[in-house]
């Protein structure tokens, strides 16, 4: 089975600050036929459940604000906020879907400093 | 517009079973697979398996073989998930999530459904 980690465990941005979320696969996820990365990205806010935000690695989902992107190839991926706001405390999980059982990473917690 | 909508929050004994339905409405039902997803308190999210609505062929997390199964019904463009043989661990709010049309990500999902377990 693919382990999805993330890291840090959580992290607190100033207001319009970047924020930054690092995930690693311990096996690459990249399909080569394709050139596609089975990576996601999801936001949970307290009480709702997830959200997806990121897909292919890098795709944002219909609706979601550009301040959000997705990046990274292979095994180490990274999901960015360029600008935080307030709305965005949330929690942070990373899905692999290159395999099966498809895998979440343990989430990263955003507050606001 | 897509919806999945969950039956209510339950509460069962240890060694009890517990069903739990999702209704998708707003898309053609039988063309999207469904995840289910568990979330125990303060915890993250775990994949519980998928069912294909149009065949009803199922794939668990080896975890749950044994006690789970995925249903579907098609006249109501519902899944079901029974988990059987209870246990305080299992107390979580369950998710169904239909898989995305251009990715194998989960574009939807539903509200959650929480099963507490307690003598």
């Known amino acids: 089975d693919i382990v999805m980690t993330q890291s840090p465990d959580s992290l607190a941005v100033s207001l319009g600050e970047r924020a930054t979320i690092n995930c690693k696969s311990s096996?690459?996820?990249?399909?080569?036929?394709?050139?596609?990365?089975?990576l996601g990205w999801y936001q949970q806010k307290p009480g709702q459940p997830p959200k997806l935000l990121i897909y292919?690695?890098?795709t944002r989902e219909s609706g979601v604000p550009d301040r959000f992107s997705g990046s990274g190839s292979g095994t180490d991926f990274t999901l960015t906020i360029s600008s935080l706001q307030a709305e965005d405390v949330a929690v942070y999980y990373c899905?692999?879907?290159?395999?099966?059982?498809?895998?979440f990473g343990p989430g990263t917690k955003v507050d606001i400093k | 517009q897509v919806q999945l909508v969950q039956s209510g929050a339950e509460v069962k004994k240890p060694g009890a079973s517990v069903k739990v339905s999702c209704k998708a409405s707003?898309?053609?039902?039988?063309?999207?697979?469904m995840h289910w997803v568990r979330q125990a308190p303060g915890q993250g999210l775990e994949w519980m398996g998928i069912?294909?609505?149009?065949?009803?062929?199922?794939n668990y997390a080896q975890k749950f073989q044994g006690r789970i199964t995925m249903t579907r019904d098609t006249s109501t463009s519902t899944v079901y998930m029974e988990l059987s043989s209870l246990r305080s661990k299992d107390t979580a709010v369950y998710y169904c999530?239909?898989?995305?049309?251009?990715?194998?990500?989960?574009?939807?999902w539903g509200q959650g459904t929480l099963v507490t377990v307690s003598s």
């Open positions: 707003g898309y053609t039902f039988t063309s999207y697979y």
């Open positions: 899905q692999q879907y290159y395999s099966s059982p498809p895998a």
């Open positions: 292919w690695a890098s």
């Open positions: 069912i294909n609505p149009s065949g009803g062929r199922t």
């Open positions: 096996q690459s996820v990249l399909y080569r036929s394709s050139n596609k990365n089975y």
């Open positions: 999530a239909r898989v995305s049309g251009p990715s194998p990500h989960l574009d939807y």
